[in-house]
């Protein structure tokens, strides 16, 4: 079964990414997806897309990246999460 790898990133990759990291995790989990939860800044984004299956963001993305991206500001205002 593949491994997938998600990267969870916000401004300083600390805070926000910490509360989305395990909430992604958790959601993964209760899936059935095998994946690796890497929590990161969004300026390093860029040189860690390679390998990497999805962006989860808690911050506007500054460009456009070769995988696909989400903007996770539901997982941490509540707003629209379902």
């Given at each position: 079964?593949?491994?997938?790898?998600?990267?969870?990133?916000?401004g300083a990759g600390i805070?926000?990414?910490?509360?989305?990291?395990?909430?992604?995790?958790?959601?993964?989990?209760?899936?059935?997806?095998?994946?690796?939860?890497v929590q990161c800044k969004?300026?390093?984004?860029?040189?860690?897309?390679?390998?990497?299956?999805?962006?989860?963001?808690?911050?506007?993305?500054?460009?456009?990246?070769?995988?696909?991206?989400?903007?996770?500001?539901?997982?941490?205002?509540?707003?629209?999460?379902?």
């Amino acid at each position: 079964m593949k491994k997938y790898t998600v990267l969870v990133a916000c401004g300083a990759g600390i805070a926000t990414s910490t509360v989305v990291c395990e909430r992604v995790e958790n959601l993964l989990k209760d899936n059935s997806i095998n994946a690796e939860v890497v929590q990161c800044k969004i300026a390093e984004v860029a040189s860690r897309q390679e390998g990497a299956d999805l962006i989860v963001s808690t911050t506007i993305l500054p460009t456009t990246y070769s995988i696909p991206a989400l903007s996770a500001t539901s997982y941490i205002t509540g707003i629209g999460m379902e």
